[in-house]
């Protein structure tokens, strides 16, 4: 059953940026679909705008249906309900996101009190229950977000993602601000819970060898768009788009620590997002662009089964020229079309 279906979503920010152009996503009742891609190519915009959490101003096009209900169309009292019992988000950096003069039991409580009509004893109870769930002891239910570690205060904002039975739960780079051993503890501890509790999961990544391990589809997103999809090892080992193969070989596997977030081997950046330049945003990176990537956009299309990349070297009605072959190939066919 479809959980959640994304129709070319577009967002725009006050400003011009174009952060998000035409994304399509499905994601099924407790899948798990990973979203790795660059600094800057819509990811964080993408969750946000999946909760309607954008800043004022951001301007957004096409529909979000989860369950079938389109959250862009929704009421903002629906869109509240929705936000803890529909889907929920854990955000990078917990010490941000929680607040600093509330006991963390508390803040779980809140929302069970405010969204499932439970007294303050049962909120109280419950929000125990979910540490425990977490793994921490029910009584550090009555720490301050200080008093704890970075890995203990991701683990209460997953509790607090959990705490009103969400059908989905989106993780915007959940371990970033950790170090190596409690990262591999809490993408763990949230591939258990969700696997558990049949929630469906959107975790969000620069590093596709995190996505690999973690999730069943990944989707690579640049410049705005959804570039490659399909299952989440096959995309990893052995990627058809090229952004998608420079992505997977600029990663070193966790655990490895060199330089985890440089883009190794892919030299330049993103276009600006406020001035995309026409063609495939990729191309001027791409070391295998014909002549034709300039003009021409691609949409994603089949690359295997249950595969798709938007590129014009892949799938059924691949362009099989080479990039040094192209400009040769085009002057061939202006000679004999002039001839
Ligand atoms: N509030 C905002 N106003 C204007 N532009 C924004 C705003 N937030 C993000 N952007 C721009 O939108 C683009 C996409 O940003 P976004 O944060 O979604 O990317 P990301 O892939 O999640 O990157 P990161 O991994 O660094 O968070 C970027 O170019 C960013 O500068």
Known sequence: MTLLDVQDLEVTYPGGAAAVRGVDLT???????????????????????????????????????????????????????????????????AMHSLNAVHRVGDQ??????????????????????????????????????????????????????????????????????????IQAQILRLIEELVSEQD?????????????????????????????????????????RHPYGKALSGAFPRIGDPASRFAPRGLPGDPPDPTAVPPGCAFRPRCTVALDRCAAEDQALREAGAGRRAACVHVGPEADTRTAGSAAAAQDEGLRSSTA
């Open 27 to 93: 994601l099924g009742a407790g899948e798990k679909l990973g979203i790795a891609g660059e600094s800057g190519c819509g990811k964080s915009t993408l969750a946000l705008a999946l909760l309607r959490l954008l800043p004022a101003g951001a301007r957004t096009g096409g529909r979000i249906l989860l369950d079938g209900e389109d959250v862009l169309a929704m009421k903002w009292g629906r869109v509240r309900a929705v936000r803890w019992a529909g889907a929920s988000i854990v955000f990078q950096g």
């Open 199 to 239: 929630v469906g999961l959107i975790m969000i990544s620069h590093d596709l060898a995190v996505l690999a391990d973690t999730c069943d589809r990944l989707a690579v997103m640049y410049a705005g768009r959804v570039v490659e999809e399909g299952p989440a090892r096959q995309v990893y080992e052995d990627a």
């Open 108 to 181: 779980i409580a809140e929302p069970i009190l405010l969204h499932r009509g439970a007294t303050a004893a049962g909120a109280r109870k419950r929000a125990g229950e979910l540490l425990e769930q977490v793994g921490l002891p029910a009584a550090r239910a009555s720490a301050y977000p200080h008093e704890l570690s970075g890995g203990q205060r991701q683990r209460v904002m997953i509790a607090m993602a959990l705490a009103c039975d969400p059908r989905l739960i989106i993780a915007d780079e959940p371990t970033t601000a950790l170090d190596v051993m």
